[in-house]
């Protein structure tokens, strides 16, 4: 430590908000940036209704009972809940306390800081997968999402009985387990072409191709390939199999009269 350094200011200015806590909940210090998180002056964090008045009720007791175990165990905890600023806005909190033992008696010690865009994210997130596992399972064909690297993701029913596998047996692995052998190096073919045109749609319709079960037997399927994430998302590839047993076997019949 140089002889003009300062943690105490430079503690004081950064975003993080530090906070001690006793256990009753009552706030013992907390730094100047609570003005900037709430819009409340440090005396008004130290009232004791002040986590009632700000605080959701519905964020109560994940936030009360996580720090009751920290106060037993003596240990630390991070937990995130939903404050209320003196302007009304909510805003998403994450709270990292620690248990310290003080001539004054036990306490809470760490910082808040916001993190409500990381909040807004997780939730977009989490209705984009919703939608797309919705999408899964409501449509009729057999449905298999992947990376962009062709790693499955997911998959609906009829694919787990199309294929014969259940999810938990190909999550994790390469679309290319489920092609038969000598298919399997035009899957890096398929997908080029589609980065090229994802507009095409079926993209080896009219053309020879088969999937593989989990017992060895194949079957002829019209593949197709749609882009389900937007750009600024984790890319997804939605691969859609229809079998095309049945049609085959009319058409062999018909050339066949």
Same mark, same amino acid.
């Given at each position: ?14 975003? !993080? ?10 706030? !013992? ?7 900037d ?5 440090a005396?008004?964090?130290? *009232? *004791? ?18 720090? /009751? ?42 910082? !808040? ?18 939608? !797309? ?5 409501? *449509? @009729?064909? +057999? ?5 962009? +690297? ?13 294929? %014969? ?5 190909i999550?994790?692995s390469?679309?290319e ?8 190096? /035009?899957?890096? %073919?398929l997908?080029? +072409?589609?980065?090229r045109? @994802?507009?095409?749609g079926s ?13 060895g ?21 939605l ?7 049945v049609?085959?076997? +009319? ?7």
């Amino acid at each position: 430590m140089t002889p003009n350094s300062d943690p105490t200011g430079f503690l004081e200015t950064a975003p !993080l908000v530090p906070i001690e806590i006793d256990p009753s909940g009552r706030v !013992l210090y907390v730094g100047p940036q609570a003005q900037d998180l709430l819009g409340l002056r440090a005396e008004d964090w130290s *009232a *004791a209704d002040f986590w009632t008045r700000v605080v959701p009720p519905d964020d109560h007791s994940t936030m009360w009972e996580v720090r /009751r175990n920290t106060f037993e165990a003596r240990g630390r905890h991070e937990v995130d809940y939903r404050m209320e600023r003196a302007d009304g806005r909510v805003v998403w909190v994450a709270e990292i306390l620690h248990f310290a033992e003080t001539d004054d008696g036990p306490l809470l010690r760490g910082y !808040l800081w916001d993190v409500t865009g990381r909040k807004r994210q997780e939730l977009a997130l989490w209705k984009h997968e919703e939608r !797309l596992r919705g999408m899964l399972r409501k *449509a @009729p064909d +057999a449905l298999i999402l992947t990376d962009a +690297a062709g790693v499955v993701v997911n998959m609906n029913d009829q694919a787990e009985s199309l294929f %014969q596998y259940s999810l938990s047996d190909i999550v994790g692995s390469s679309l290319e387990h489920l092609l038969p052998e000598s298919l399997r190096p /035009r899957l890096a %073919q398929l997908q080029s +072409a589609f980065e090229r045109d @994802p507009q095409r749609g079926s993209i080896v319709e009219g053309q020879p191709f088969s999937i593989q079960r989990s017992d060895g037997s194949e079957l002829p399927v019209e593949l197709s390939l749609s882009r389900v994430s937007g750009e600024d998302e984790e890319a997804r590839i939605l691969w859609s199999a229809r079998d095309l047993t049945v049609r085959r076997r +009319a058409e062999a019949k018909q050339r066949g009269s």
